[in-house]
């Protein structure tokens, strides 16, 4: 039987530059904790497809917690850009509160 990993590797042989297929393996690599593919894969996807906004919220939360809080701060704030820029109010609000917590200035109770 095929994991869920196989079966995306195989769709994206079939549609190499589909963002969704992309970040979803991506989103494989960080559950499976192989930090170096899924920083990577995020790579990719910010400067490949870089107004898919589902990444930013994301690829800030990895960054997060890899320790990385500026490179993550910079991720929010790129991300806001697109989601402004594509008028997704519900990703704007996320990465927002995303962008005040990372910067201190937002609990996650708030």
Partial sequence: MKT???QLKEFL???PQDPFLKYALTMEY???QDNSLALAGFEDLV???ADYVGTYY???KFLEGQGEKDKAIEIYEKGIAVAQSKRNFHALGELKNALLMAQGLLDEDE
Avoid: A, P, Q, Y
Wanted: aromatic share 6%.
């Fill in 13 to 15: 042989k079939e549609s």
């Fill in 4 to 6: 869920r990993l196989d």
């Fill in 58 to 60: 994301h690829f800030g």
């Fill in 30 to 32: 960080v559950k499976m």
């Fill in 47 to 49: 400067m490949e497809h």
